[in-house]
């Protein structure tokens, strides 16, 4: 991989990073009324985290957002960690490469789409 579409990689993770980092604020500032404003924030951001590669969101039980932002951040440390070592980009099941769009869609995926798919089927 290119390094210039590496620093793009990178660039999408930190940004990411800090906007799980906010939203793990967020979710400590404890409110006694949600406004109606910070509701629909929350919703967003849930439907943002569901997202996030490595994570399922089921509401039957109950996950909570926090820790699915916790699960993200983990998962985002995990890439740029790839990064660092030069194989990002790299299935870490498989070892194939993941497809351009799947990374770009989900930068911290650590998993092809056939491995990821194989995982969610068993
Ligand atoms: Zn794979």
């Known amino acids: 991989m290119?390094?210039?579409?590496l620093d793009g990689y990178r660039k999408s993770l930190l940004d990411?990073?800090?906007?799980?980092?906010?939203?793990?604020?967020y979710l400590h500032t404890e409110n006694p009324g949600v406004e109606?404003?910070?509701?629909?924030?929350?919703?967003?951001?849930?439907?943002?985290?569901?997202?996030?590669?490595?994570?399922?969101?089921?509401?039957?039980?109950?996950?909570?957002?926090?820790e699915v932002a916790q699960e993200g951040l983990?998962?985002?440390?995990?890439?740029?960690?790839r990064i660092e070592h030069g194989s990002f980009g790299r299935c870490?099941?498989?070892?194939?490469?993941?497809?351009?769009?799947?990374?770009?869609?989900l930068p911290w995926a650590s998993l092809c789409i056939d491995c990821k798919r194989h995982e969610e089927g068993s």
């Open 74 to 81: 983990s998962a985002i440390a995990g890439a740029l960690e």
């Open 92 to 105: 870490e099941s498989c070892g194939g490469p993941i497809a351009a769009e799947r990374l770009a869609a």
């Open 2 to 5: 290119k390094a210039n579409e």
């Open 16 to 25: 990411e990073k800090e906007r799980l980092s906010a939203a793990l604020e």
């Open 36 to 66: 109606e404003e910070d509701a629909l924030e929350l919703a967003s951001l849930e439907e943002h985290l569901a997202e996030v590669g490595s994570v399922t969101l089921d509401r039957e039980i109950d996950y909570s957002l926090e």
